[in-house]
């Protein structure tokens, strides 16, 4: 897929009919668009089960070695919950269905641990529940107008996946005033504290995430398995407990460790078998 493709294909998408997610696959890279760019790509239930059950299902795709989450045009990645739905289910006297207490629980906890490389292609401002599903990922890539940040301070609710996650991924002092204030930083703020892998133009965030994914495709695949769910499931633990740790398929015991070491001899590009 060129670059004019990709760009012309979120053009494509109707902002007021189609799937609220669009799955494509490039080569071995798995793309999901958030696609309700005229409610700023925010979350409804239904999408969040929609997206679990596509992350679940690429990751058990051998054909897929990389996934891509992304939002329909410039405004915005993901706002979150939409609160304009949430408002009319509170006026009409629905009862609010913590996120911990339903079958989308495990939402976020389903992206973390998909045991494949996950990039989120931040096409726009990422914020709430859409800037918790970008955390969840392994890898951020940024246009440089977007804003991130977390207003639940603000709204009254609980970020609770981004209060345990985002002290792991950026120094806890910067991560707890991000929580606190509720305030939104700049995508070159995000870059500078770790957050996010680049910053690229407005349009070029996929583009970006795509060159990634696919390079990161190219290598053993039990490896970079590996490397996946032992950087997730290590993580808390005692250096001694996580050094021991021995999950999933061993890459030193794999078809694909003899191969990787003939490729490199005969000077040519290895083909991975995945055993």
């Known amino acids: 897929m060129s670059d004019n493709t990709i760009n012309s294909s979120a053009e494509a998408v109707d902002p007021n009919a189609g799937p609220e997610l669009v799955i494509s696959t490039e080569g071995m890279v798995r793309i999901f668009r958030i696609n309700r760019p005229a409610r700023m ?6 999408m969040q089960t929609e997206l679990s059950e596509a992350f679940i299902d ?29 408002k ?15 079958l989308n629980r495990f939402g976020l906890e389903v992206i973390l641990e998909t045991y494949k490389p996950t990039i989120a292609a931040l096409n726009g401002t ?7 599903h970008a955390l969840a990922c392994d890898m951020r ?26 002290p792991r991924v950026i120094p806890r002092a910067i991560a707890m005033e991000m929580l606190y204030r509720g305030d939104y930083i700049s995508a070159e703020e995000a870059y500078r504290c770790g957050l996010v892998n680049r910053v690229v133009p407005v349009g070029e965030a996929l583009n970006a995430a795509l060159e990634l994914a696919t390079a990161i495709a190219k290598n053993a695949p039990i490896t970079i398995r590996r490397m996946k769910e032992t950087a997730v499931k290590s993580s808390g633990l005692p250096l001694a407990a996580a050094l021991r740790l021995d999950e999933g398929l061993n890459p030193y015991l ?4 003899k191969e990787g070491a003939r490729a490199y001899v005969e000077k040519r590009e290895p083909r991975w078998q995945g055993r």
């Open 41 to 46: 790509n925010a979350m409804t239930p239904n």
């Open 58 to 86: 690429a990751g058990q795709d051998p054909g897929v070695r990389a996934i891509i989450l992304t939002g329909t045009g410039d405004r915005a990645f993901c706002s979150g919950m939409d609160l304009k739905v949430r």
């Open 88 to 102: 009319e289910a509170d006026e009409a006297g629905k009862p609010y269905r913590y996120k911990m207490t339903t």
């Open 126 to 132: 990422a914020v709430a529940g859409g800037f918790e």
């Open 141 to 166: 890539i940024v246009c440089e107008h977007a804003k991130l940040g977390l207003p639940e301070a603000k709204r009254g609710m609980g970020a609770h996946f981004s209060t345990i996650m985002l």
């Open 254 to 257: 794999s078809e694909d460790r």
